[in-house]
């Protein structure tokens, strides 16, 4: 840019000499450049700036016109200026063009454009001019004009121009540089408008297209740092997601989230490079809305995978038109066999047969057990394969024509098995189908699996179709119930099991009150020593009615009507109130344990901040409790809620991974988390008999223990040969009615006092 306050006057060379119309104005100039350049600097809306910037300008210079132009190429490639903005002194003739009129090539186009091929600006006389220009000029009665170009983005744009229809005027060098100022700021100006149309538009397109973007950080727990504003349409705001960015997760649907966290996993460890799944995500109103998620890595510099980006595309449209297609079929698309409408159907006619009198039947609610966890272990397609390979070994199964096999939803099989004579040959049924389900399935790798199955029969007293199902269900629950790998009738006992469970999940809310729950401790002794090096906290209920209840039936109930939370709570806060009260009294506890079950993480985000809160209510560090997570807990933990178990971490509480060896052992989570021991389940101690194979298993999980650093806990040890064969494998540490049974906490205080035990103080199993 010129400079703006230079005095000196640029003479043209042979310029009639006049006086300066503005002469006495030069530092209105000066005022009106600064003022109107202040303004276009922080306008990014030009249109309504300029003209009373040109008239500003116009009036300080004495000018007759102030226009400024805008090039247009033509088709045949000339270029036209095409005025946009325009500014005369009072008296001056319009000019030709109409403002923001389109010009064309022709006799009436548009002002002749390049006066400054160069682009630079140019002083000119009309009479010097060359054609075309110079007839323009002429007609529009101008006897000089000053021209300088204007940039946009670096380009040429346009022009704006002084002209002067009264004098062939010399322009000062004040008028020169407030002219070459001005242009550079209306060009800053309109290029800025310009880019904000831009991002608008681009904006326009991301908020109005059923596309959300989104990019993760790759560094664990991998928050969500960017996140499209048109997330708003699923009822989110775009920065409150950024704000708690771990909280895209919990929008998952629990089915996807295994696989979507496998995927984060793979695309940052490099394994896969892009991922393109189906996924459901919660709305803020509730609802579950299916995308399509493509997803890669984004490599940064250091040739490393720095974020992940995605782009979700709403498929609701298409998915419900799946939904209705899959509802007018009768077929399950993934196994080939009936859906649960074509079984309802053949069920109906059954029943209706066997009203009229025709055999009885029955009916067999099969359930997968621990699907899930396959599911979420191995992927939803291993799934998939899974459920072929059992459809395929029911179909073996079948009986002639007369069953139906077929696919309830979900890992739900169901047969009609027709034509019984006598129940028992439903419970044969039943008793080949498990058989058929627990041998080992090869699907790409072997995998081991059992069902649970409810069985309904035909008797004249059912109603309908509706109830025998409804019988079938109960039934199922049951099963499950029991432990699984089994099958159940229906039968009137049976009701009233499921009864009782339903009202002791109504006592059990009311026990909290009542103070009807109490924990027994169970020590953990050093083999070599006898020392007590720990404790467990086991709940315990006493039930007004029914005497005391143990966890294994109380804490399911828990979990399935939601109590678990207040209870985890609890025993949280009665572990710390009696190391406190234990120390007070002058003993030391050894860290005591408590168990953490799957529901208790999984609805709550607080589990932490209330046990870190009770913690310091108690004055009890972190180090003085451990945390036992059964495998499954823990896995899914890692995937759901990995925040939780690093929040624990952080907080310096120890954790156990219980039971180890009775789940789906990903034996990631080991390195993942360190944990703090192992306790190997008691089923594997339990069933040691002389040559039995699960002592290897025992073995095995210790010298896992010893490679990875981590202390083994056998639990369960009944007998004296138990404990050498722990001890011969390796073990230090062990647990079991062997040393003691769970006691009491007065008992244990004793216990506690005296500091080791001896199998000989062993009272045998108590509560
Ligand atoms: P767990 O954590 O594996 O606890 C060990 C279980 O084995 C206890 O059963 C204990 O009494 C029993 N046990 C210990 N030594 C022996 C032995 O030598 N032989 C045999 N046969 N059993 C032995 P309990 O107290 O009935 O607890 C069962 C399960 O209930 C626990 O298994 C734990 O998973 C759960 N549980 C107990 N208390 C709580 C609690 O406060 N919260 C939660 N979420 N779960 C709990
Ligand atoms: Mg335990
Ligand atoms: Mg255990």
Same mark, same amino acid.
């Given at each position: ?37 202040i ?57 030709m063009?109409?403002?923001?009129a ?21 002083a ?54 407030a +002219? ?13 408008a ?16 059923? &596309? ?38 919990? +929008? ?13 996993n ?17 709305s803020?109103?509730? *609802? ?15 040739? $490393? ?7 979700? &595309? ?14 007018i ?6 196994t080939?066999?009936?859906?649960? $409408? ?20 029955a ?43 077929? *696919? ?5 099989? &169901? ?9 028992s ?6 008793? *080949? ?55 159940h ?24 009150? *009542? ?23 086991l ?9 005391p209840i ?61 046990l ?20 499954t ?5 890692t ?8 929040? +624990? ?17 990903? +034996?990631?989570?080991?390195r ?32 896992l223990?010893?490679?990875?650093g ?15 064969? &722990?001890?011969q ?5 062990v ?11 007065a ?21």
């Amino acid at each position: 840019m010129a400079q703006l306050f230079d005095d000196g006057a640029h003479q043209g060379a042979d310029e009639p000499a006049r006086p300066n119309p503005s002469a006495a104005g030069d530092d209105a100039i000066r005022l009106a450049t600064v003022v109107s350049a202040i303004a276009l600097l922080h306008s990014s809306a030009p249109d309504s700036l300029i003209p009373e910037i040109l008239e500003r300008i116009g009036q300080a210079c004495g000018v007759s016109r102030v226009q400024l132009y805008e090039y247009k190429r033509q088709p045949a490639g000339a270029i036209v200026a095409a005025l946009r903005y325009a500014w005369r002194a009072v008296g001056v003739a319009a000019p030709m063009q109409k403002i923001g009129a389109e010009v064309s090539e022709g006799r009436d186009s548009g002002r002749p454009a390049s006066l400054s091929a160069k682009g630079e600006t140019v002083a000119l006389l009309t009479r010097d001019a060359t054609e075309p220009l110079r007839g323009f000029l002429t007609q529009m009665g101008v006897k000089s004009v000053l021209t300088t170009p204007v940039l946009v983005g670096g380009e040429r744009w346009g022009e704006i121009d002084f002209e002067d229809c009264v004098y062939e005027r010399a322009w000062s060098g004040i008028e020169i540089d407030a +002219l070459d100022l001005l242009a550079e700021m209306i060009g800053a100006a309109i290029g800025r408008a310009r880019d904000l149309q831009e991002a608008s538009d681009v904006n326009w397109i991301v908020e109005h297209s059923p &596309v959300v973007l989104y990019r993760i950080s790759a560094t664990p727990p991998y928050p969500l740092v960017y996140i499209s504003r048109s997330v708003s349409r699923y009822g989110y705001d775009a920065r409150d997601l950024v704000a708690s960015p771990g909280r895209y997760l919990e +929008l998952f649907h629990p089915d996807d989230l295994a696989v979507a966290i496998a995927d984060i996993n793979g695309i940052v460890a490099g394994r896969i490079s892009e991922a393109r799944r189906e996924w459901r995500l919660r709305s803020a109103d509730g *609802r579950y809305v299916w995308f399509e998620d493509r997803t890669h890595g984004r490599i940064g510099t250091d040739g $490393k995978i720095q974020e992940i980006e995605g782009l979700l &595309v709403d498929i609701s449209d298409r998915k419900s038109a799946e939904a209705k297609i899959k509802e007018i079929s009768s077929v399950d698309p993934v196994t080939g066999l009936p859906n649960r $409408k074509a079984f309802m159907a053949e069920l109906e006619r059954a029943f209706a047969a066997a009203r009229r009198g025709g055999p009885a039947f029955a009916i067999h609610y099969i359930d997968l057990d621990r699907f899930k966890d396959i599911n979420d272990v191995f992927g939803h397609s291993k799934g998939d394969d899974l459920l072929k390979a059992v459809a395929d070994r029911l179909r073996r199964l079948r009986r002639g024509n007369t069953d139906v096999i077929a *696919r309830s939803g979900g890992d739900e099989f &169901v047969v009609l098995q027709s034509d019984i004579s006598e129940p028992s040959g439903a419970g044969a049924l039943a008793a *080949r189908l498990l058989k058929a389900i627990a041998e080992p399935f090869n699907i790409g790798i072997e995998v081991h699996t059992t069902a649970s199955i409810g069985i309904a029969v035909f008797t004249p007293e059912v109603t309908g179709t509706e109830e025998m199902i409804k019988q079938a269900d109960l039934a199922l629950y049951r099963a499950k119930d029991l432990g699984r790998n089994q099958f159940h009738f229906h039968s009137e006992a049976l009701d009233d099991a499921t009864i009782e469970r339903v009202m002791l999940g109504g006592d059990l809310a009311r026990a909290l009150d *009542r103070d009807e729950l109490r924990l027994d401790y169970q020590p953990l002794v050093e083999v070599a020593t006898g020392r007590i090096v720990g404790l467990e906290a086991l709940a315990r209920w006493d039930h007004p009615r029914l005497g005391p209840i143990g966890p294994s039936r109380f804490i399911p109930i828990a979990e399935s009507n939601g109590t678990i939370h207040r209870l985890g709570r609890w025993v949280v806060d009665a572990v710390c109130h009696q190391i406190s009260d234990w120390r007070a009294a002058g003993l030391k506890p050894p860290p005591i344990s408590f168990n953490v079950s799957a529901g208790q993480l999984k609805g709550t985000v607080d589990f932490d901040r209330h046990l870190a809160e009770r913690l310091k209510h108690w004055s009890v560090g972190p180090k003085a409790i451990e945390i036992e997570l059964t495998e499954t807990v823990l896995m899914e933990t890692t995937q759901h809620h990995r925040e939780i178990i690093a929040r +624990l971490y952080s907080l310096g509480v120890p954790i156990a991974i219980d039971d180890f060896g009775t789940g789906y052992s990903s +034996l990631s989570y080991l390195r993942t988390y360190r944990v703090d021991h192992i306790k190997v389940a008691q089923e594997f101690i339990k069933d040691i008999k002389p040559g039995s194979g699960d002592i290897a298993i025992v073995r095995a999980a210790i010298s896992l223990g010893r490679e990875l650093g981590i202390p083994v806990i056998a639990e369960g040890v009944e007998t004296e040969f138990q404990l050498d064969l &722990v001890r011969q494998a390796g073990g230090q540490l062990v647990q079991g009615f062997y040393f003691s049974p769970p006691v009491p906490a007065a008992r244990a205080a004793e216990l506690l006092r005296q500091g080791t035990l001896s199998p000989e103080v062993a009272a045998g199993p108590s509560s």
